[in-house]
């Protein structure tokens, strides 16, 4: 598995390419510029980071995500369960609820997403 995970201003810059894409390479140095204070280099060097990381891409100057936003979080919330619990899905939850009681909002809500996963199989 590719390394998805972000630091703090890898995460602010991939939510600039998600909000923007597909985005002319050069525009979004103007956008780096103007909300990181980022230089023309840093930003190329960021981007061409996450490319790598085969979260973007960047063919003849037009950036496109190779993940969507939620391919990307999916995939954290999958390596961090693995890499904490052992890939045990009610660890995490019941680590989650120890501290954080879930509202009845949150729990039809739940409920709702296991039975149509049920459903699916």
Not at 49 to 56: A, N, P, S, T, V
Not at 93 to 101: D, I, L, P, S
Request: proline share 2%; net charge negative; glycine share 4%.
């Amino acid at each position: 598995m590719e390394d998805h995970k972000l630091g703090a201003m890898e995460t602010r810059f991939a939510e600039l390419i998600w909000v923007h894409a597909p985005i002319a390479s050069g525009e979004l140095v103007k956008i780096c510029q103007k909300e990181l204070e980022w230089k023309k280099s840093t930003t190329y060097t960021m981007l061409r980071r996450l490319c790598q990381r085969g979260i973007f891409q960047n063919q003849g100057g037009l950036v496109t995500p190779l993940l969507s936003r939620e391919e990307f979080q999916a995939l954290q919330s999958e390596k961090f369960v693995e890499d904490t619990f052992q890939g045990s899905l009610p660890a995490f939850f019941a680590a989650f609820t120890r501290r954080k009681k879930l509202t009845e909002q949150e729990i039809r809500e739940l409920e709702a997403l296991i039975h149509s996963e049920q459903e699916e199989k």
